[in-house]
T-cell receptor, first 115, second 110 residues
Framework: EPEVTQTPSHQVTQMGQEVILRCVPI?????FYWYRQILGQKVEFLVSFYNNEISEKSEIFDDQFSVERPDGSNFTLKIRSTKLEDSAMYFCASSLLTGNTGELFFGEGSRLTVL | GENVEQHPSTLSVQEGDSAVIKCTYSDSASNYFPWYKQELGKRPQLIIDIRSNVGEKKDQRIAVTLNKTAKHFSLHITETQPEDSAVYFCAGIINNDMRFGAGTRLTVKP
């Protein structure tokens, strides 16, 4: 069964460093998402991406964040200068249809620890 | 603004009892209502969903009911088992993107 894959599974970084989290969505999916989950809290929407551009972004997704689809398979989330409060699990998700009508498939997540 | 609210935040039941979790939403244009289960340290996974043209959907021990007039939908788990222990999230659509409720931590005591 096709899956969303994410790398790395865990990354530890120093405050102020740049981090890139990588995702390979399911190959025929058209909509891509990043969500964040701080330990013990809810899954928070960061950004959605469709047709090579951002569709929506939340108030969390400030100028320190960016997303890119550098080729036909990868979807990346970059945090330019990490802060302590960026420590969280970051989930990539993809869907065949827009979120209003179809299931989201999540990757296993990338745990980011900022020291 | 638009939001998704979920109750209760924690729920503890005895094995074999039923559990009900309720979610309210604000966007009247919503027409897709999913429930996700997240086990400790794992990704959220869809367990059941309903679309606005039906009022109830059942899949073995789990069911979802929808009341569009009142803008709420509920997850029902019958004959609960210890492996049902997890955090359950409802989701609603805000600006065409899926936003999650705060989650309900369900504990099923053997």
């Amino acid at each position: 069964e096709p899956e969303v894959t994410q790398t790395p599974s865990h990354q530890v970084t120093q405050m102020g460093q740049e981090v890139i989290l990588r995702c390979v969505p399911i190959s025929n999916h058209l909509y891509f998402y990043w969500y964040r989950q701080i330990l013990g809290q809810k899954v928070e929407f960061l950004v959605s991406f469709y047709n090579n551009e951002i569709s929506e972004k939340s108030e969390i997704f400030d100028d320190q964040f960016s997303v890119e689809r550098p080729d036909g398979s990868n979807f990346t989330l970059k945090i330019r200068s990490t802060k302590l409060e960026d420590s969280a699990m970051y989930f990539c998700a993809s869907s065949l249809l827009t979120g209003n009508t179809g299931e989201l498939f999540f990757g296993e997540g990338s745990r980011l620890t900022v020291l | 603004g638009e939001n998704v609210e979920q109750h209760p935040s924690t729920l503890s039941v005895q094995e074999g009892d039923s559990a009900v979790i309720k979610c309210t939403y604000s966007d009247s244009a919503s027409n897709y209502f999913p429930w996700y289960k997240q086990e400790l340290g794992k990704r959220p996974q869809l367990i059941i969903d309903i679309r606005s043209n039906v009022g109830e959907k059942k899949d073995q021990r789990i069911a979802v009911t929808l009341n569009k007039t009142a803008k709420h939908f509920s997850l029902h788990i019958t004959e609960t088992q210890p492996e049902d222990s997890a955090v359950y999230f409802c989701a609603g659509i805000i600006n065409n993107d899926m936003r999650f409720g705060a989650g309900t931590r369900l504990t099923v005591k053997p």
